[in-house]
Nanobody
Framework: QVQLVESGGGLVQAGGSLRLSCAAS????????KGWYRHTPGKQRDVVAT???????NYVDSVKGRFTISRDNAKNTVYLQMNSLRSEDTAVYYC?????????WGQGTPVTVSP
C-alpha cells in the first residue's frame, strides 16, 4: 500500500518561511515522488515544484528563487523549503507521486500567509 503524508504547513506572516515534508511509505520510494502542487478554492491544483529521478528540479515562475524542493532518500521524504512567503502562496499543498501506472496524492497540508 502506498501512502504519502504531508506535514509542516501552518500560519506564517508574509516574509516568513516554512518547510513542508512529504513522507512516503509502502511500496513507493522518494524517487517516485514527482513534486509539490497547491490548490486554492475556485482554482485548479497547480504545480509548484518538481524533481526528477536524477534530481533535476523545476519551479513555477512565481516561486523561483524563494522555494527549494529537495529529497532525502534515507528518510524517504521530499521537502519543500519556502522562504519569503507571500499572501498569494496561501493554499493547501500536496505532494504527488507516480507509481505502478497511476498518480498518488497525500491529504495535503494547509499554508496560510498573513499580510
Amino acid at each position: 500500500q502506498v501512502q504519502l503524508v504531508e506535514s509542516g504547513g501552518g500560519l506564517v506572516q508574509a516574509g516568513g518561511s516554512l518547510r513542508l515534508s512529504c513522507a512516503a511509505s509502502g511500496s513507493i520510494s522518494t524517487t517516485n515522488i514527482k513534486g509539490w502542487y497547491r490548490h486554492t478554492p475556485g482554482k485548479q491544483r497547480d504545480v509548484v515544484a518538481t524533481i526528477t529521478r536524477t534530481g533535476i528540479t523545476n519551479y513555477v515562475d512565481s516561486v523561483k528563487g524563494r522555494f527549494t524542493i529537495s529529497r532525502d532518500n534515507a528518510k524517504n521524504t521530499v521537502y519543500l523549503q519556502m522562504n519569503s512567503l507571500r499572501s498569494e502562496d496561501t493554499a493547501v499543498y500536496y505532494c504527488n507521486a507516480f507509481f505502478g501506472g497511476r498518480d498518488y496524492w497525500g491529504q495535503g497540508t494547509p499554508v496560510t500567509v498573513s499580510p
